[in-house]
């Protein structure tokens, strides 16, 4: 599956502050969106998850 995002300026800012932080924090060198979206999935997949109540909110 392909997919793209478009961010609004200030959650680009935001997005590069969480892969640079990810990335420190993990160790890893590369951190990939399809790596963050599993993730994602997998949190909004529990239905009491806070993720998934704010994907429901958006």
Same mark, same amino acid.
């Given at each position: 599956?392909? @997919?793209?995002?478009r961010? +609004? =300026? #200030?959650?680009? /800012?935001? @997005? +590069?502050e969480?892969?640079?932080?990810?990335?420190? $924090?993990? /160790?890893?060198? !590369?951190l990939?969106?399809? #790596?963050?979206?599993?993730?994602?999935? =997998?949190? &909004? !997949? #529990? $239905?009491?998850? %806070?993720?998934?109540? %704010?994907?429901? &909110?958006?």
């Amino acid at each position: 599956m392909n @997919w793209s995002i478009r961010l +609004d =300026d #200030d959650e680009v /800012g935001r @997005w +590069d502050e969480l892969l640079y932080t990810l990335r420190r $924090e993990t /160790g890893r060198r !590369s951190l990939s969106k399809a #790596d963050i979206m599993r993730a994602l999935v =997998d949190l &909004a !997949s #529990d $239905e009491n998850a %806070a993720v998934r109540s %704010a994907l429901i &909110a958006t």
